[in-house]
């Protein structure tokens, strides 16, 4: 089965692709200054899974994540920091760059280890890089989570607090990950999706619109619906009914 085939069969067109928009256009709207750093660019830290199961898919994602930069050129740009973990106890983080091709080439270095989850080391770091400085949006992709619950609910809620809203994408069906990434995006106030490979399209749109959000907040987000169309087009619907 090819990449782009792996990549979504349980979100395309589903209602949990529905549900996860919807999620988005209700994250709590802030002031533009918020949006604003100092070169008025929005901040968005994306976090990895790069244990050995995650290898299929990665070179997917390092793909994806540069429509992210796409998105955001005419809001004035993006600052992306790329979080990964893999191995035993490794956790890596780059430098805050706005550049597509440099955050391409971080990611095609990478290479995926075997190792243990370390989402409670994201979380603590995405909290310390805030208070340093706001980050406007967390997205984190991975397909498990085997590491305690509640201390990663205490986590994600002190990231809530600080208004860092956590955007969970789930590849494949297991539960227990499910049901820890769930309560990461509830209790910071973010959105959860699961997808499996068969709609990279609409995977790369997901990752778009949270872009978008996290650079020009609810009102670009609404303008890059008009534009877009599709999946992303029913943000600006529920923000307009909202």
């Known amino acids: 089965m090819s990449d782009d085939k792996k990549l979504s069969k349980r979100s395309s067109g589903g209602a949990e692709v529905r549900a996860f928009l919807d ?10 200054a918020a949006f604003s750093a100092e070169r008025g ?4 830290m994306f976090a990895l899974d790069a244990t050995a199961s995650r290898q299929p898919t990665w070179d997917r994602a390092a793909q994806l994540q540069g429509e992210m930069f796409r998105a955001t050129t005419a809001l004035g740009g993006l600052d992306v920091q ?11 983080v780059s430098k805050w760059t706005g550049e597509g091709a440099e955050m391409l080439r971080l990611m095609t ?5 075997a190792g243990e989850t370390q989402i409670g080391k994201v979380l603590k770091h995405a909290i310390a890089e805030t208070k340093r400085r706001r980050v406007n949006a967390l997205v984190y992709v991975g397909d498990s989570c085997e590491e305690d619950i509640d201390a990663l609910g ?3 809620g002190e990231l809530g607090l600080l208004g860092v809203p956590v955007f969970m994408f789930h590849e494949g069906g297991d539960p227990m990950a499910a049901f820890g990434f769930q309560q990461i995006a509830k209790l910071t106030g973010g ?26 907040g609810h009102k670009a987000l609404e303008h890059h619906a008009k534009t877009r169309g599709g999946e992303v087009l029913r943000i600006a619907r529920q923000i307009k009914g909202g």
């Open 82 to 92: 790329l979080a990964f973990f893999r191995g035993f106890g490794e956790f890596k």
């Open 191 to 216: 959105a959860y999706c699961a997808f499996d490979g068969s709609s990279a399209e609409t995977l790369k749109d997901l990752l778009s619109a949270v872009a978008v959000y996290a650079a020009g």
């Open 23 to 32: 999620k988005v256009a209700r994250t709590p709207a802030m002031g533009q």
């Open 109 to 113: 270095s990478v290479f995926c280890l």
């Open 41 to 44: 660019r929005g901040r968005l």
């Open 154 to 156: 205490k986590s994600a």
